[in-house]
Protein backbone atom coordinates (compact mmCIF):
# COMPACT_ATOMS: atom_id res chain seq x y z
CA UNK A 1 0.00 0.00 0.00
CA UNK A 2 1.24 3.47 -0.57
CA UNK A 3 1.78 6.20 2.76
CA UNK A 4 0.01 8.73 -0.15
CA UNK A 5 -3.77 7.03 0.36
CA UNK A 6 -4.62 6.92 3.42
CA UNK A 7 -7.97 4.54 4.10
CA UNK A 8 -10.38 3.75 7.12
CA UNK A 9 -14.13 2.44 7.26
CA UNK A 10 -16.16 4.77 9.46
CA UNK A 11 -20.08 4.23 9.91
CA UNK A 12 -19.71 1.71 7.07
CA UNK A 13 -18.53 4.29 4.65
CA UNK A 14 -15.06 3.35 2.62
CA UNK A 15 -12.97 6.64 3.14
CA UNK A 16 -9.47 7.18 0.71
CA UNK A 17 -7.60 10.14 1.71
CA UNK A 18 -5.44 10.98 -0.94
CA UNK A 19 -1.60 12.73 1.07
CA UNK A 20 0.54 13.85 -1.32
CA UNK A 21 0.44 17.60 -0.95
CA UNK A 22 3.59 19.07 -2.09
CA UNK A 23 2.80 17.11 -5.30
CA UNK A 24 -0.90 17.87 -5.69
CA UNK A 25 -1.18 14.61 -5.09
CA UNK A 26 -0.33 13.92 -8.54
CA UNK A 27 -1.00 10.20 -9.15
CA UNK A 28 2.12 7.31 -8.87
CA UNK A 29 1.74 3.94 -9.97
CA UNK A 30 2.42 3.03 -5.90
CA UNK A 31 -1.04 5.91 -5.41
CA UNK A 32 -2.47 3.98 -8.23
CA UNK A 33 -2.06 0.44 -7.12
CA UNK A 34 -2.84 1.32 -3.31
CA UNK A 35 -6.55 2.73 -4.56
CA UNK A 36 -7.10 -0.22 -6.75
CA UNK A 37 -6.55 -2.87 -4.16
CA UNK A 38 -8.37 -0.81 -1.47
CA UNK A 39 -11.67 -0.89 -4.26
CA UNK A 40 -11.06 -4.23 -4.63
CA UNK A 41 -10.74 -5.49 -1.16
CA UNK A 42 -13.89 -3.27 -0.23
CA UNK A 43 -16.12 -4.29 -3.44
CA UNK A 44 -17.12 -7.78 -1.37
CA UNK A 45 -16.60 -6.02 1.74
CA UNK A 46 -20.45 -6.02 3.27
CA UNK A 47 -19.32 -3.51 6.25
CA UNK A 48 -18.45 -1.06 3.49
CA UNK A 49 -21.81 0.31 1.95
CA UNK A 50 -20.00 3.47 -0.04
CA UNK A 51 -16.64 4.81 -0.94
CA UNK A 52 -15.74 8.63 -0.41
CA UNK A 53 -12.20 9.67 -1.62
CA UNK A 54 -10.94 13.02 -1.25
CA UNK A 55 -7.88 15.13 -0.11
CA UNK A 56 -5.97 16.04 2.97
CA UNK A 57 -5.29 19.17 1.17
CA UNK A 58 -7.56 21.91 0.30
CA UNK A 59 -5.17 23.17 -2.35
CA UNK A 60 -6.15 19.45 -4.61
CA UNK A 61 -8.17 16.82 -4.98
CA UNK A 62 -5.60 15.50 -7.23
CA UNK A 63 -3.71 17.34 -10.12
CA UNK A 64 -3.26 14.44 -12.36
CA UNK A 65 -0.59 11.69 -13.30
CA UNK A 66 3.26 12.39 -12.29
CA UNK A 67 4.04 13.81 -15.30
CA UNK A 68 8.11 14.14 -14.12
CA UNK A 69 7.87 10.50 -13.61
CA UNK A 70 6.53 10.04 -17.36
CA UNK A 71 9.86 12.23 -18.13
CA UNK A 72 12.04 10.27 -16.64
CA UNK A 73 11.74 6.82 -17.55
CA UNK A 74 11.15 8.31 -20.77
CA UNK A 75 14.51 9.99 -20.98
CA UNK A 76 16.99 9.22 -18.21
CA UNK A 77 16.27 5.66 -16.53
CA UNK A 78 17.31 3.05 -17.75
CA UNK A 79 15.06 0.88 -20.62
CA UNK A 80 14.33 -2.05 -18.03
CA UNK A 81 12.45 0.85 -16.16
CA UNK A 82 10.05 1.51 -18.67
CA UNK A 83 7.84 -1.18 -17.95
CA UNK A 84 7.00 0.92 -14.80
CA UNK A 85 5.37 3.77 -17.52
CA UNK A 86 3.74 0.80 -19.92
CA UNK A 87 2.48 -0.58 -16.00
CA UNK A 88 1.65 2.95 -14.96
CA UNK A 89 -1.37 3.58 -17.57
CA UNK A 90 -2.50 0.27 -18.31
CA UNK A 91 -3.14 -0.25 -14.44
CA UNK A 92 -4.49 3.65 -14.02
CA UNK A 93 -6.26 3.35 -17.09
CA UNK A 94 -7.67 -0.28 -15.65
CA UNK A 95 -8.88 2.13 -12.20
CA UNK A 96 -11.15 3.87 -13.98
CA UNK A 97 -12.56 1.46 -15.72
CA UNK A 98 -13.33 -0.16 -12.11
CA UNK A 99 -14.18 3.40 -10.38
CA UNK A 100 -16.48 3.76 -13.31
CA UNK A 101 -18.46 0.39 -12.94
CA UNK A 102 -17.88 0.53 -9.63
CA UNK A 103 -21.23 -1.60 -7.76
CA UNK A 104 -21.37 0.82 -4.59
CA UNK A 105 -22.06 4.36 -3.98
CA UNK A 106 -18.65 5.85 -5.14
CA UNK A 107 -18.47 9.49 -3.62
CA UNK A 108 -16.09 11.97 -4.57
CA UNK A 109 -15.22 15.54 -2.77
CA UNK A 110 -13.31 17.74 -5.59
CA UNK A 111 -12.02 20.67 -3.74
CA UNK A 112 -8.87 22.54 -4.95
CA UNK A 113 -7.19 21.31 -8.44
CA UNK A 114 -8.84 18.31 -10.36
CA UNK A 115 -6.78 17.61 -13.57
CA UNK A 116 -5.90 14.59 -16.07
CA UNK A 117 -5.51 11.62 -13.80
CA UNK A 118 -7.61 13.34 -11.00
CA UNK A 119 -10.24 13.39 -13.36
CA UNK A 120 -10.15 9.80 -14.48
CA UNK A 121 -10.89 8.78 -10.66
CA UNK A 122 -13.70 11.28 -9.94
CA UNK A 123 -15.92 10.63 -13.27
CA UNK A 124 -17.76 7.49 -11.99
CA UNK A 125 -20.58 5.69 -13.67
CA UNK A 126 -23.97 7.47 -13.20
CA UNK A 127 -25.43 4.51 -11.56
CA UNK A 128 -23.37 4.86 -8.71
CA UNK A 129 -21.25 8.11 -8.59
CA UNK A 130 -21.85 11.73 -6.61
CA UNK A 131 -19.70 14.78 -7.59
CA UNK A 132 -18.62 17.41 -5.58
CA UNK A 133 -17.26 20.67 -6.40
CA UNK A 134 -16.62 23.79 -4.25
CA UNK A 135 -15.52 27.37 -4.53
CA UNK A 136 -12.04 26.17 -4.76
CA UNK A 137 -12.64 23.42 -7.51
CA UNK A 138 -10.37 24.44 -10.24
CA UNK A 139 -11.64 21.19 -13.12
CA UNK A 140 -9.24 20.71 -16.64
CA UNK A 141 -8.09 17.99 -18.58
CA UNK A 142 -4.85 20.29 -19.53
CA UNK A 143 -2.89 17.29 -21.57
CA UNK A 144 -2.80 19.45 -24.91
CA UNK A 145 -0.55 21.55 -22.90
CA UNK A 146 2.08 19.11 -22.20
CA UNK A 147 1.70 17.35 -25.82
CA UNK A 148 -0.28 14.57 -24.51
CA UNK A 149 -4.70 13.86 -25.14
CA UNK A 150 -7.27 14.13 -22.62
CA UNK A 151 -6.90 10.04 -21.60
CA UNK A 152 -8.19 8.45 -18.49
CA UNK A 153 -11.35 8.09 -20.12
CA UNK A 154 -11.96 11.81 -21.40
CA UNK A 155 -12.92 10.14 -24.72
CA UNK A 156 -15.74 8.59 -23.17
CA UNK A 157 -16.73 11.63 -19.99
CA UNK A 158 -15.79 14.86 -22.34
CA UNK A 159 -18.64 12.95 -25.14
CA UNK A 160 -21.11 13.34 -22.54
CA UNK A 161 -21.14 16.98 -21.89
CA UNK A 162 -23.82 19.23 -23.53
CA UNK A 163 -22.94 20.99 -26.90
CA UNK A 164 -19.64 21.31 -27.68
CA UNK A 165 -18.09 22.15 -24.59
CA UNK A 166 -16.29 18.62 -24.16
CA UNK A 167 -14.66 19.10 -27.85
CA UNK A 168 -13.50 22.59 -26.27
CA UNK A 169 -12.59 21.71 -22.84
CA UNK A 170 -9.85 19.11 -24.62
CA UNK A 171 -8.49 21.51 -27.04
CA UNK A 172 -8.21 24.36 -25.05
CA UNK A 173 -7.17 22.27 -21.58
CA UNK A 174 -9.35 25.39 -20.46
CA UNK A 175 -9.80 25.46 -16.67
CA UNK A 176 -13.60 25.67 -15.36
CA UNK A 177 -14.70 25.90 -12.20
CA UNK A 178 -17.34 24.37 -9.49
CA UNK A 179 -20.54 25.47 -10.95
CA UNK A 180 -19.31 25.20 -14.40
CA UNK A 181 -18.25 21.96 -13.70
CA UNK A 182 -21.93 20.94 -12.97
CA UNK A 183 -23.18 22.90 -15.99
CA UNK A 184 -21.43 20.51 -17.83
CA UNK A 185 -22.12 17.42 -16.62
CA UNK A 186 -18.93 16.57 -14.75
CA UNK A 187 -19.88 17.23 -11.35
CA UNK A 188 -23.06 17.19 -9.39
CA UNK A 189 -23.49 19.18 -6.55
CA UNK A 190 -22.16 22.41 -4.80
CA UNK A 191 -21.12 23.16 -1.08
CA UNK A 192 -18.82 25.97 0.02
CA UNK A 193 -15.76 24.54 1.41
CA UNK A 194 -16.73 26.33 4.53
CA UNK A 195 -19.47 23.28 4.82
CA UNK A 196 -16.86 20.70 4.46
CA UNK A 197 -16.29 19.90 8.14
CA UNK A 198 -20.20 19.38 8.78
CA UNK A 199 -20.11 16.79 5.28
CA UNK A 200 -17.48 15.23 6.89
CA UNK A 201 -19.12 14.60 10.30
CA UNK A 202 -22.61 13.90 8.05
CA UNK A 203 -20.71 11.09 6.41
CA UNK A 204 -19.07 9.69 9.87
CA UNK A 205 -22.72 9.26 11.30
CA UNK A 206 -25.55 9.46 9.05
CA UNK A 207 -27.49 6.23 9.11
CA UNK A 208 -29.67 6.41 6.26
CA UNK A 209 -29.15 3.36 3.87
CA UNK A 210 -27.77 5.44 0.87
CA UNK A 211 -25.40 7.67 2.25
CA UNK A 212 -25.75 10.01 -1.17
CA UNK A 213 -29.44 10.85 -0.29
CA UNK A 214 -28.10 12.56 3.20
CA UNK A 215 -25.22 14.57 1.11
CA UNK A 216 -27.93 15.51 -1.85
CA UNK A 217 -30.42 16.51 1.39
CA UNK A 218 -27.00 18.44 3.11
CA UNK A 219 -25.88 20.23 -0.47
CA UNK A 220 -29.56 21.38 -1.29
CA UNK A 221 -29.36 24.79 0.88
CA UNK A 222 -26.20 26.08 -1.26
CA UNK A 223 -27.01 26.42 -4.28
CA UNK A 224 -29.91 26.41 -7.02
CA UNK A 225 -30.48 25.60 -10.46
CA UNK A 226 -30.46 29.06 -11.71
CA UNK A 227 -26.89 29.33 -10.41
CA UNK A 228 -25.69 26.58 -12.37
CA UNK A 229 -27.23 28.87 -15.49
CA UNK A 230 -25.59 31.82 -14.75
CA UNK A 231 -22.14 29.89 -14.63
CA UNK A 232 -19.08 31.28 -16.55
CA UNK A 233 -19.25 28.22 -19.32
CA UNK A 234 -23.44 28.72 -19.46
CA UNK A 235 -22.73 32.47 -20.86
CA UNK A 236 -19.79 31.01 -23.39
CA UNK A 237 -22.08 28.18 -24.64
CA UNK A 238 -23.41 29.61 -27.35
CA UNK A 239 -19.80 30.99 -29.07
CA UNK A 240 -18.41 27.47 -27.61
CA UNK A 241 -20.99 25.75 -30.08
CA UNK A 242 -20.55 27.70 -32.65
CA UNK A 243 -16.81 27.86 -33.19
CA UNK A 244 -16.37 23.72 -31.78
CA UNK A 245 -18.93 22.53 -34.20
CA UNK A 246 -16.61 20.73 -36.41
CA UNK A 247 -14.01 18.00 -35.60
CA UNK A 248 -11.16 20.09 -37.64
CA UNK A 249 -9.15 21.89 -35.64
CA UNK A 250 -7.60 24.63 -38.34
CA UNK A 251 -11.47 25.20 -39.27
CA UNK A 252 -11.97 25.80 -35.13
CA UNK A 253 -9.19 28.05 -35.10
CA UNK A 254 -10.06 29.83 -38.51
CA UNK A 255 -13.62 30.46 -37.03
CA UNK A 256 -12.23 32.48 -33.53
CA UNK A 257 -9.57 34.12 -36.13
CA UNK A 258 -13.13 35.84 -37.96
CA UNK A 259 -14.59 36.80 -34.20
CA UNK A 260 -13.35 39.50 -32.51
CA UNK A 261 -15.07 39.15 -29.14
CA UNK A 262 -13.02 38.66 -25.94
CA UNK A 263 -13.70 35.07 -25.82
CA UNK A 264 -13.21 34.28 -29.27
CA UNK A 265 -9.43 36.47 -28.57
CA UNK A 266 -8.41 34.95 -25.62
CA UNK A 267 -9.33 31.04 -26.73
CA UNK A 268 -7.36 31.35 -30.15
CA UNK A 269 -4.58 32.89 -28.11
CA UNK A 270 -4.88 30.24 -26.28
CA UNK A 271 -4.91 27.33 -28.35
CA UNK A 272 -1.77 28.74 -29.94
CA UNK A 273 0.27 27.33 -27.11
CA UNK A 274 -0.91 24.35 -27.46
CA UNK A 275 0.59 21.29 -28.96
CA UNK A 276 -0.74 21.31 -32.84
CA UNK A 277 -0.43 17.67 -33.18
CA UNK A 278 -1.85 16.70 -29.97
CA UNK A 279 -5.16 19.30 -30.34
CA UNK A 280 -5.20 17.09 -33.83
CA UNK A 281 -5.24 13.40 -32.00
CA UNK A 282 -7.88 15.10 -29.57
CA UNK A 283 -10.43 16.07 -32.09
CA UNK A 284 -9.64 12.77 -33.57
CA UNK A 285 -10.32 10.64 -30.33
CA UNK A 286 -13.02 12.32 -29.66
CA UNK A 287 -14.87 11.90 -32.87
CA UNK A 288 -13.99 8.18 -32.83
CA UNK A 289 -15.29 8.20 -29.24
CA UNK A 290 -18.23 9.47 -29.73
CA UNK A 291 -20.49 6.61 -29.56
CA UNK A 292 -18.21 4.15 -27.87
CA UNK A 293 -18.46 1.80 -24.55
CA UNK A 294 -15.90 3.23 -21.00
CA UNK A 295 -14.10 0.22 -21.96
CA UNK A 296 -13.85 0.45 -25.73
CA UNK A 297 -12.45 4.69 -24.90
CA UNK A 298 -9.90 3.32 -22.79
CA UNK A 299 -8.46 0.77 -24.71
CA UNK A 300 -8.34 3.69 -27.94
CA UNK A 301 -6.48 5.86 -24.99
CA UNK A 302 -3.79 2.99 -23.93
CA UNK A 303 -2.82 2.67 -27.95
CA UNK A 304 -2.71 5.97 -28.51
CA UNK A 305 -0.62 6.93 -25.16
CA UNK A 306 1.99 4.41 -26.68
CA UNK A 307 2.36 6.03 -29.46
CA UNK A 308 2.58 8.95 -27.98
CA UNK A 309 5.77 8.39 -26.25
CA UNK A 310 6.93 7.15 -29.40
CA UNK A 311 6.71 10.63 -30.72
CA UNK A 312 7.61 12.59 -28.37
CA UNK A 313 5.86 15.18 -28.21
CA UNK A 314 4.69 14.56 -24.64
CA UNK A 315 8.46 14.73 -23.35
CA UNK A 316 8.79 18.12 -25.04
CA UNK A 317 5.59 19.23 -23.10
CA UNK A 318 6.70 18.29 -20.10
CA UNK A 319 10.44 19.34 -20.13
CA UNK A 320 9.11 22.90 -21.42
CA UNK A 321 6.30 23.37 -18.38
CA UNK A 322 7.66 21.33 -15.35
CA UNK A 323 11.90 20.90 -16.17
CA UNK A 324 13.40 23.18 -17.72
CA UNK A 325 10.08 25.65 -16.88
CA UNK A 326 11.51 28.01 -19.79
CA UNK A 327 7.42 27.30 -20.76
CA UNK A 328 8.15 27.47 -24.57
CA UNK A 329 8.30 24.03 -26.34
CA UNK A 330 9.28 23.54 -29.42
CA UNK A 331 6.00 21.51 -30.79
CA UNK A 332 6.69 19.17 -33.63
CA UNK A 333 4.99 20.22 -36.25
CA UNK A 334 5.05 23.65 -35.04
CA UNK A 335 1.63 24.71 -36.41
CA UNK A 336 -1.93 23.37 -37.27
CA UNK A 337 -1.12 23.61 -40.89
CA UNK A 338 2.10 21.44 -40.75
CA UNK A 339 -0.02 18.21 -39.36
CA UNK A 340 -1.17 15.85 -41.81
CA UNK A 341 -4.07 13.25 -41.80
CA UNK A 342 -1.25 10.71 -41.59
CA UNK A 343 0.11 11.36 -38.78
CA UNK A 344 -2.58 11.44 -36.88
CA UNK A 345 -4.12 8.85 -37.99
CA UNK A 346 -0.86 6.82 -36.88
CA UNK A 347 -1.66 7.47 -33.16
CA UNK A 348 -4.64 5.06 -33.37
CA UNK A 349 -2.64 2.31 -35.12
CA UNK A 350 -2.85 -1.04 -33.40
CA UNK A 351 -0.07 -1.63 -31.37
CA UNK A 352 -1.55 -5.32 -29.88
CA UNK A 353 -3.44 -8.07 -31.59
CA UNK A 354 -6.70 -7.07 -29.54
CA UNK A 355 -6.09 -10.40 -28.05
CA UNK A 356 -3.47 -9.22 -26.45
CA UNK A 357 -3.98 -5.44 -25.44
CA UNK A 358 -2.98 -4.67 -22.11
CA UNK A 359 -7.32 -3.95 -21.12
CA UNK A 360 -8.48 -6.55 -23.38
CA UNK A 361 -10.33 -7.62 -20.53
CA UNK A 362 -12.63 -4.61 -19.95
CA UNK A 363 -15.82 -5.04 -20.22
Not at 231 to 259: G, N, P
Request: aromatic share 8%; net charge negative; proline share 4%.
Amino acid sequence: MSSHVLTEINNNIGIISLDRPKALNSLSLEMVRAITATLFAWRDNPEVKAVFIHSSSEKAFCAGGDIRFFYDVGTKTPMQDSALLEDFFTEEYALNHLIHFYPKPYIALLNGVVMGGGMGIAQSGVASRLRIVTERTKMAMPEVNIGLFPDVGGGYFLNQTPGEIGRYLGLTGEVILGMDAIYANLADLFIPTSAIPDLLLLIAQSKVPDIRIAIRDFASEFYQASDIHNCKLAQQRSAIDHHFKTASVDEVMASLAKDTSDFAIATLSTMQKRSPLMMAVTAEQLQRCRQKSVADCLRIERTMVRHCFKHGEVLEGVRALVVDKDNTPKWSPATIAEVDAALVASFFAEVWPSYAHPLAHLQ
